[in-house]
T-cell receptor, first 111, second 112 residues
Framework: GEDVEQSLFLSVREGDSSVINCTYT??????LYWYKQEPGAGLQLLTY?????DMKQDQRLTVLLNKKDKHLSLRIADTQTGDSAIYFC???????????FGKGTRLHILP | EADIYQTPRYLVIGTGKKITLECSQT?????MYWYQQDPGMELHLIHY???????EKGDLSSESTVSRIRTEHFPLTLESARPSHTSQYLC???????????FGPGTRLTVL
């Protein structure tokens, strides 16, 4: 069945770049997402990428997609303390399908 | 900004009580979802709805029930709460263009 895998923890120094990685199993995934969850809150969509794209950049965020390896990454440039959160990778086959979430990567910012 | 609301935000109740967690959205979305999430842990889909009078069970077995009588409203009910129901419950709705899900702030439930 569909599965989304990501590492559970990442520690990064303030000002460095953070790279959060994700792999998925369903090669027919059309939409791939990154969500952010701050403590005590719901999830918020950060960015998404279509399966026919290789890269998407939005200010400090860069998403890279390697369809051949089914690998998705989120790079946060100049990481700030406000970036401390849990980041969820997610995918769906089409706009009518349920979204499958990974288990989340907790990003910890070191001073 | 997402217009999806959940009440109450926090609830502490005793075992055996019946409770209803409320979720409302003003975006006119047909698709709505309930997730259960232990603190800092993965999301588990427990119910979803693709429109009025449509409800389906999710991937995680749950003793809760849902109803969808109006598009904007998707309440979740526990007939008899137990300590194992202690968790955070997140409601979401999704828009049709890119299937982006908008999440409510969650209800943190504690059953004593």
């Amino acid at each position: 069945g569909e599965d989304v895998e990501q590492s559970l923890f990442l520690s990064v120094r303030e000002g460095d770049s953070s790279v959060i990685n994700c792999t998925y199993t369903d090669s027919s995934s059309t939409y791939l997402y990154w969500y952010k969850q701050e403590p005590g809150a719901g999830l918020q969509l950060l960015t998404y990428i279509f399966s026919n794209m290789d890269m998407k950049q939005d200010q400090r965020l860069t998403v890279l997609l390697n369809k051949k390896d089914k690998h998705l990454s989120l790079r946060i440039a100049d990481t700030q303390t406000g970036d401390s959160a849990i980041y969820f990778c997610a995918e769906s086959m089409n706009r009518d399908d349920k979204i499958i979430f990974g288990k989340g990567t907790r990003l910890h910012i070191l001073p | 900004e997402a217009d999806i609301y959940q009440t109450p935000r926090y609830l502490v109740i005793g075992t055996g009580k019946k409770i209803t967690l409320e979720c409302s959205q003003t975006m006119g979305h047909d698709k709505m979802y309930w997730y259960q999430q232990d603190p800092g842990m993965e999301l588990h889909l427990i119910h979803y709805s693709y429109g009025v009078n449509s409800t389906e069970k999710g991937d995680l077995s749950s003793e809760s029930t849902v109803s969808r009588i109006r598009t904007e409203h998707f309440p979740l009910t526990l007939e008899s709460a137990r300590p194992s129901h202690t968790s955070q419950y997140l409601c979401a709705s999704s828009e049709p263009r890119y299937n982006e899900q908008f999440f409510g702030p969650g209800t943190r439930l504690t059953v004593l």
